[in-house]
């Protein structure tokens, strides 16, 4: 690293917490699926901020509605109406198909947010005794690090020294839907689950398990919550997830590329049900859904649509998980993927991702490990044929290099 980097670095450790452990870059500029650390290095961005960046990064159309809107009106609370959340709440509604549209800023709020207005539905609507509700969540999944979701994930990581935690939630294995029928009970009011497991490793359930999800929900009167802050908004080729097994979730939950990665901005959507018990006073987010953010994800997912982001994610997608696969290397154990949501998985005895996603960063590449052995990959969906064949000859040198 160059003298610049290692003072950026060393000033980040003396200052701030360390909650994370970076990659050795220190980015400054971003356009496209591109992006330039301070000493004018380029990258390939294939993590894309978790998916938020889904758009490309610096987006000019995203980028003209931002500052247009901040030349306006940036914050009114809720406290007021403004003239961009109406706006908002009409094009997703029209777009996803929903009824209800809350909206907050963090993916985190929305699962939180969820979770409280499916609890308020099972004891006003469904008639579960108060106190009692339960919600259906799987092992392994990640939903957020709020106090109240880390209580009910089974990553030590998240979990150690922060409880006590909240009761009320019931842990089943992910793509098992024998466990989660013998799961529900008459006090269970969600089964709240991503439609692919991203932080897990990019972990894609057996084909038809949504569907027969879809069907034990309904046959129960449980809500189906899925969690597609991740998976939404075009990442796996569909506008939604769900779309890949013709299901229709009771609640979704959106965020990340809500905004083209330039505001935080997440959404609840879903039937008049759940958020109708929702009144005045009860729930609610000063900057949930200011009109600076609903000019921005207005504009992010305009673009998406209209420039055809999604379907070029599926043709992409498919090119880049047939070219992973078709990577001879001993050190792959599995590829998997839907859409531009990627990963390899490395075996044990490979050594930790880590090392692989370093020796990327040399070539040019900048993708993030999980889990030990998994590495993901996920570029933003503006991504081209050149670029991903570009992307998978610096990947197959890398997954076949000798680290002895």
């Known amino acids: 690293m160059s003298s610049s980097v290692i003072d950026f670095v060393a000033t980040?450790?003396?200052?701030?917490?360390?909650?994370?452990?970076?990659?050795?870059?220190?980015?400054?500029?971003g356009q496209g699926v591109w992006v330039w650390d301070t000493d004018g290095n380029r990258y390939l961005d294939c993590l894309s901020a978790y998916s938020a960046v889904s758009q490309g990064h610096c987006h000019?159309?995203?980028?003209?509605?931002?500052?247009?809107?901040?030349?306006?009106?940036?914050?009114?609370?809720?406290?007021?109406?403004?003239?961009?959340?109406?706006?908002?709440?009409?094009?997703?509604?029209?777009?996803?198909?929903?009824?209800?549209?809350?909206?907050?800023?963090?993916?985190?709020?929305?699962?939180?947010?969820?979770?409280?207005?499916?609890r308020k539905w099972g004891y006003e609507v469904k008639g579960?005794?108060?106190?009692?509700?339960?919600?259906?969540?799987?092992?392994?999944?990640?939903?957020?690090?709020?106090?109240?979701?880390?209580?009910?994930?089974?990553?030590?990581?998240?979990?150690?020294?922060?409880?006590?935690?909240?009761?009320?939630?019931?842990?089943?294995?992910?793509?098992?839907a024998a466990a989660l029928e013998e799961a529900m009970t008459p006090n269970t009011v969600a089964f709240l689950v991503e439609p692919i497991q991203g932080e897990a490793g990019v972990i894609i359930p057996p084909a038809g398990y949504f569907a027969k999800v879809r069907e034990l929900c309904t046959a129960n009167n449980v809500m189906l919550v899925l969690d597609e802050i991740q998976t939404g908004l075009g990442r796996t080729g569909k506008l939604l997830a769900e779309q890949h097994e013709g299901i229709e979730a009771d609640?979704?939950?959106?965020?990340?590329?809500?905004?083209?990665?330039?505001?935080?901005?997440?959404?609840?959507?879903?039937?008049?049900?759940?958020?109708?018990?929702?009144?005045?006073?009860?729930?609610?987010?000063?900057?949930?859904?200011?009109?600076?953010?609903?000019?921005?994800?207005?504009?992010?997912?305009?673009?998406?649509?209209?420039?055809g982001m999604i379907e070029n994610a599926a043709r992409q997608g498919a090119r880049f998980l047939e070219g992973?696969?078709?990577i001879r290397a001993n050190t792959i154990r599995e590829v998997r993927g839907r859409g531009l949501m990627l990963a390899v998985e490395l075996h044990p005895e490979a050594g930790r991702a880590r090392r692989y996603c370093e020796a990327l960063q040399s070539k040019g590449i900048l993708a993030k490990d999980t889990h030990e052995h998994t590495i993901r990959i996920a570029p933003p969906l503006v991504i081209t044929s050149d670029q991903v064949d570009w992307a998978l000859e610096r990947l197959a040198t890398t997954l076949t290099q000798d680290f002895s």
């Open 12 to 29: 980040e450790a003396r200052f701030g917490a360390h909650n994370y452990a970076p990659i050795g870059v220190v980015l400054s500029r």
């Open 324 to 326: 992973l696969k078709d």
């Open 60 to 118: 000019p159309k995203i980028l003209a509605a931002m500052v247009e809107q901040a030349h306006r009106l940036t914050l009114t609370s809720r406290a007021f109406h403004n003239d961009q959340l109406a706006l908002f709440y009409e094009e997703i509604a029209a777009l996803t198909g929903s009824h209800k549209v809350l909206p907050m800023n963090s993916g985190a709020e929305a699962v939180e947010s969820a979770v409280k207005s499916v």
């Open 251 to 307: 609640v979704t939950l959106l965020g990340k590329a809500l905004s083209g990665g330039f505001y935080p901005v997440s959404a609840v959507l879903s039937n008049n049900d759940v958020l109708g018990t929702l009144r005045p006073g009860q729930h609610g987010s000063t900057f949930g859904g200011n009109p600076l953010a609903c000019a921005v994800a207005r504009a992010a997912v305009r673009v998406l649509v209209e420039e």
């Open 128 to 176: 579960v005794p108060d106190g009692q509700a339960e919600i259906i969540v799987c092992a392994n999944n990640f939903h957020g690090r709020t106090l109240g979701i880390v209580g009910f994930s089974t990553d030590p990581e998240t979990r150690t020294h922060f409880g006590p935690f909240a009761p009320g939630f019931r842990i089943i294995p992910f793509g098992d």
